[in-house]
């Protein structure tokens, strides 16, 4: 039995959190005892772990903490030790020479768990291929929408851009059940033959995105939801302003049963719940122009994480890279680094939309280069330096890990169909998180390094395969 400093140092900073005494403490006693618990590594890295429950590493170059999960190689995590902060430094004031992995910055307010954020449900990574929605949740959907279909179009118009989704004839309560839907799903990558989307299929006004296998759909717009209920409130009609509500709170109230909804969903209900029993809560929100700020005031503290997407591009991407990394875990056991495995797979997938592989770092170059500079502000130097090797180098080893064909190497091919959802939709989020930030057009036919991993799931469907694919 090895001893583990990153478990140790978890376990420990999780049971000071949980303490009910936690958030009662001054918070210069708060950063005094997360700031004691900061692990150096052979190597000379510091590591700490706080806010959000996660793990946060310090970046030699330019010395702040970024979101990063921590190592996996028993030799690295055994012989990780508590180090001791050394005096703060004046904002601005570089690190002496020589003495990095025994000075170490203050740590951020911002790092420092505030206690319910440990509180968090981050519920499921998984896309919709492989496992599919529950018979319960499809079955909800399909009510809400028998119940809302004949709603009036004068009362209930396409706005918040769902015209572009739905044909003309189709009410805006269908739209707020699909974009509920869409918001709340962690990754909307689908089975084609997903029963949830077939129970759409007579209002779309052009086929979803994607093949026969995957419908690769974007990331759901808050604003859009925000929109519809806002149009209708101004226009005088407040009745079927909350109404539309109404059916976003049953929307995620039946979504929540499936854990790749349930935290947002969880998060929506908290912001549009309240409003049947306060249809006043809003007002002084439409006349100040500030709803969409109402509403995600509204999430408690404990379900805020659901919502950074609405409030860091950058963030979002982090949280979004952090659960590749994890859902690469099982890589350690064949002696693959997760964390520099997740950067090269995400240098696969930058490769792809741009069509190319070498970037040119000529100032103002647009293409792979432009999305890589947008990009290397939020990952620390490590990740970064194996980002740069995966994208420039041909014969770097990184390499080894971007998809050949279509396929995966059989290095890092997932071990089973949970895995490889995992592996799927961790990565599909990371991609629709990184074009959000770099302001990158998401591609129709998904990320490479995605349609690789659906060649992992084509046979472990919960959907009975096509007759042609029978007996294959």
């Known amino acids: 039995m090895w001893w583990d400093g990153f478990t140790a140092t978890e376990r420990d900073v999780r049971a000071m959190v949980g303490d009910p005494r936690w958030i009662t403490l001054p918070p210069i006693t708060k950063t005094q005892a997360i700031a004691q618990r900061v692990l150096t590594t052979p190597d000379g890295s510091q590591w700490v772990f706080g806010a959000h429950a996660r793990w946060y590493r310090l970046d030699r170059a330019d010395g702040r903490w970024h979101l990063s999960a921590p190592p996996s190689h028993p030799a690295i995590r055994s012989a990780a030790r508590p180090g001791a902060p050394g005096a703060p430094r004046a904002p601005g004031t570089p690190m002496a020479p020589g003495v990095f992995g025994t000075v170490t910055p203050p740590v951020p307010p911002q790092l420092i768990p505030t206690g319910p954020d440990f509180a968090y449900d981050r519920g499921s990574v998984q896309a919709f291929v492989g496992p599919d929605v529950p018979h319960d949740v499809t079955e909800g959907i399909r009510v809400l929408i028998k119940t809302h279909r004949g709603a009036p179009l004068d009362e209930f118009p396409l706005t918040g851009g769902f015209g572009e989704v739905f044909a003309r004839d189709v009410a805006g309560t269908i739209a707020a059940i699909w974009g509920t839907i869409m918001w709340c799903a962690y990754a909307p990558a689908f089975d084609g033959n997903e029963v949830l989307l077939s129970t759409f299929g007579e209002f779309f006004a052009r086929p979803l995105p994607g093949d026969d296998w995957v419908r690769w759909l974007p990331m759901g717009s808050f604003d859009a939801l925000v929109t519809i209920y806002v149009e209708r409130m101004r226009s005088g009609a407040e009745q079927a302003g909350l109404h539309l509500a109404s059916v976003m709170a049953e929307t995620a109230a039946v979504l929540r049963a499936d854990a790749r909804f349930r935290p947002r969903a969880d998060a929506l209900l908290a912001m549009v719940g309240p409003l049947s029993a306060q249809p006043w809560l809003d007002h002084q929100a439409l006349h100040a122009g500030a709803v969409r700020q109402a509403w995600l005031a509204r999430c408690p503290p404990h379900l805020v994480a659901a919502t950074l997407p609405e409030l860091s591009a950058g963030d979002h991407f982090l949280h979004s890279l952090y659960d590749m990394v994890e859902a690469l875990g099982y890589l ?81 091919l997932p071990p089973d169909r949970d895995t490889a959802a995992a592996l799927l939709g961790s990565a599909y989020a990371t991609g629709l998180a990184w074009c959000r930030l770099t302001g990158t057009s998401t591609p129709t036919n998904g990320f490479a390094v995605c349609r690789a991993v659906v060649q992992c799931l084509i046979h472990e469907r919960d959907d009975p395969l096509p007759p042609s694919w029978a007996g294959s």
Do not use: M, Q
């Open 332 to 412: 350690a056991a064949r002696g693959v680094d997760p964390r520099t495995a997740a950067a090269a797979l995400l240098a696969a997938d930058v490769a792809g939309v741009c069509g190319t592989a070498e970037p040119h770092w000529a100032p103002g170059a647009s293409g792979t280069a432009d999305i890589v500079t947008r990009i290397y502000p939020w990952i620390d130097d490590e990740l970064r330096d194996a980002l740069y090797a995966s994208l420039s180098d041909p014969r770097h080893p990184l390499r080894g890990c971007w998809p050949r064909n279509g396929t995966l190497p059989v290095a890092i």
